[in-house]
């Protein structure tokens, strides 16, 4: 079984405290770096309430983990077997710092990009040297919550390279998946499917928000979560996928803008719970409490699918 026994963290936003907490658990000494202090500081929070669901979730845990935190990208990657970046979706940034990165870590190092969508043969592009050994590893958030990472080699990333990051990912008993390179790579742009077309269905006025959330959790969310979409034409039957979607396709969103019923919230600063209001209004304590719920519902949920695929 594939183990990196010490891994590097870069960048400890959103999503980087959840994966180190899952990377302890698999038994890796996983150092935690990030430019802001403050955002350090926070990330042990992160790490904290991470290892509190990892707890929750009885997930295994492999003797050796630990945890620490660096405020020096050059020692924290200065021993490491993988590093992780987890910085900013902007590419000149991530040149930059997979650049340093390379200058600092050993050469035999697996050097993986937690991008949700750069192309990682562009993330490579300026780094030919190392192109063989860069690879993303797309997790999907909350890390410590959702086993799916997606694998994406770029052009140059040698098939071992692959093979390794595939075998760790499994070791610790999350599910990987090899992609080629597209655009938003595969989770993203199925989600991005559905999303336009509930929202074209709502702004036509066909159905509330309301309405379409319960649809969807219900409706699809529920079902798809044990039976795949690919696996859903089989128990339909391919006839009737065929009879459907050959009058309903056409008739389906093509938009290719995002819809208004966004960007009319957006323009007046309506973004969600971070602001208290999107497209449904929250109070502070509302946040908290769905929050709570959101990740008790899914432990219990991920705990009655343990062993699918
Ligand atoms: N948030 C998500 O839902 C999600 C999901 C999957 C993948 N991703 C991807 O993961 C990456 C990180 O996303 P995030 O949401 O955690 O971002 P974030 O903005 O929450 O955190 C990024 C962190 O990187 C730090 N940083 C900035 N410049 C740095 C540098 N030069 N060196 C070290 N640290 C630096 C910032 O201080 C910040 O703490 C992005 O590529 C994003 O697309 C995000």
Redesign the pocket.
């Known amino acids: 079984m594939e183990t990196f026994k010490k891994v590097a963290i870069?960048?400890?936003?959103?999503?980087?405290p959840g994966m180190g907490a899952v990377l302890e658990r698999a038994g890796s000494k996983t150092l935690l770096?990030?430019?802001?202090a403050e955002?350090l500081e926070k990330?042990a929070v992160g790490v904290d309430m991470a290892r509190g669901v990892l707890d929750r979730l009885a997930a295994p845990s492999v003797e050796g983990g630990s945890i620490e935190f660096s405020t020096s990208?050059e020692a924290a990657v200065s021993d490491a077997d993988l590093v992780i970046?987890?910085?900013?979706?902007k590419i000149d940034?991530?040149h930059?710092?997979f650049s340093?990165i390379i200058a600092a870590a050993p050469e035999s190092a697996v050097l993986a990009?937690?991008?949700?969508?750069?192309p990682i043969t562009k993330i490579a592009a300026p780094l030919p040297d190392s192109a063989e050994r860069i690879i993303g590893m797309?997790?999907?958030?909350p890390?410590h919550l959702i086993p799916l990472i997606e694998i994406v080699p770029g052009d140059q990333t040698s098939p071992e390279i692959t093979d390794r990051l595939v075998e760790f990912v499994k070791s610790f008993g999350y599910s990987p998946v090899i992609e080629g390179e597209v655009p938003g790579f595969v989770e993203n742009r199925i989600l991005y499917a559905i999303l336009r077309e509930c929202l074209e269905l709502v702004e036509r006025g066909i159905i509330s928000h309301a309405d379409m959330d319960t649809c969807v959790k219900w409706g699809i969310g529920y079902k798809l979560a044990v039976i795949g979409p690919l696996e859903l034409i089989d128990m339909a039957g391919l006839d009737i996928y065929e009879n459907v979607g050959s009058y309903l396709n056409r008739d389906l969103s093509t938009a290719s803008e995002v819809s208004s019923f966004i960007t009319e919230r957006t323009k007046n600063g309506r973004l969600g719970l971070k602001s208290l209001g999107g497209i449904y209004d929250y109070t502070a304590e509302e946040v908290a409490a769905k929050g709570a719920e959101r990740a008790g519902k899914l432990i219990a949920v991920r705990k009655a699918l343990v062993g699918d695929s």
């Not at 990009?113 to 750069?118: D, E, F, K, L, P």
């Not at 797309?138 to 958030?141: A, E, P, V």
């Open positions: 870069i960048g400890t936003g959103t999503m980087g770096y990030d430019i802001s955002a990330a990208l970046e987890a910085i900013p979706e940034l991530k930059t710092v340093q990009s937690n991008t949700s969508g750069i797309h997790w999907s958030n890390p």
